[in-house]
């Protein structure tokens, strides 16, 4: 099992700031990681795939990179919208595993 | 445009089964992989199934391995998963998802989710 390292848990920032995520694996896994945000009672969407591509309709604030064992999860100039949980996840090798979720809140 | 509507859900006792329907839309459902993915109250996420596109191969998290069965009807449009011997660790809500193109592990669309509470 591929375990994952989300940090910070909880993450206090206002709008127009820039934030990093950053994900950590047990072990490498070339660029098979996915990022989703997650707002209260809604279902995960799909943010960023194959550690950097954008998924279609995401705004550029959000951008990934990283490979191997490290990656991060930037958002520029962040909006109102922005704020809500966000998961990083592993798709090299079964079982698919998720971190344990950033919390983004207004400060 | 892409739709997933999960159905099923609702209180069960321990030991009981359940079953968790999907109805796709919006796009062609045979030709997809898809995937169940489930999210305990307040906690994070966790994948469960996923089936191919024909059904010849599915596959399950050790957690739930010879307890659940996935399934789909094409014809129908529709993913199953069968829950049986549910535990009150099966408490969540459970997402239905369709896989990515040919990553059996990438979901780009979810359905809003349906809560199964497993409680005497």
């Known amino acids: 099992v591929i375990w994952m390292t989300q940090s910070p848990s909880l993450l206090s920032a206002s709008t127009g700031d820039r934030v990093i995520i950053s994900c950590r694996m047990s072990?490498?896994?070339?660029?098979?990681l996915a990022w989703y945000q997650q707002k209260p009672g809604k279902a995960p969407e799909l943010l960023i795939y194959?550690?950097?591509t954008l998924q279609s309709g995401v705004p550029s604030r959000f951008s990934g990179s990283g490979s191997g064992t490290d990656f991060t999860l930037t958002i520029s100039c962040l909006q109102s919208e922005d704020f809500a949980t966000y998961y990083c996840?592993?798709?090299?090798?079964?079982?698919?595993?998720f971190g344990q979720g950033t919390k983004l809140e207004i400060k | 445009q892409v739709q997933l509507v999960e159905s099923g859900g609702g209180l069960v006792k321990p030991g009981g089964s359940l079953r968790l329907s999907c109805a796709a839309s919006?796009?062609?459902?045979?030709?997809?992989?898809m995937s169940w993915i489930r999210q305990a109250p307040g906690k994070g996420l966790e994948w469960v199934s996923y089936?191919?596109?024909?059904?010849?191969?599915?596959n399950y998290a050790d957690s739930v391995k010879g307890r659940f069965t996935i399934s789909r009807d094409n014809a129908k449009n529709s993913l199953y998963l069968q829950m049986n011997s549910l535990r009150a660790e099966d408490t969540a809500v459970y997402y239905c998802?369709?896989?990515?193109?040919?990553?059996?592990?990438?979901?780009?669309?979810w359905g809003q989710g349906t809560l199964v509470t497993v409680s005497s």
């Open positions: 072990q490498g896994i070339s660029s098979y």
């Open positions: 996840q592993q798709y090299y090798s079964f079982p698919y595993t």
């Open positions: 089936i191919s596109s024909s059904s010849s191969y599915t």
């Open positions: 919006g796009f062609t459902f045979s030709d997809y992989y």
């Open positions: 998802a369709r896989v990515l193109g040919d990553y059996e592990g990438l979901f780009d669309y």
């Open positions: 194959a550690a950097s």
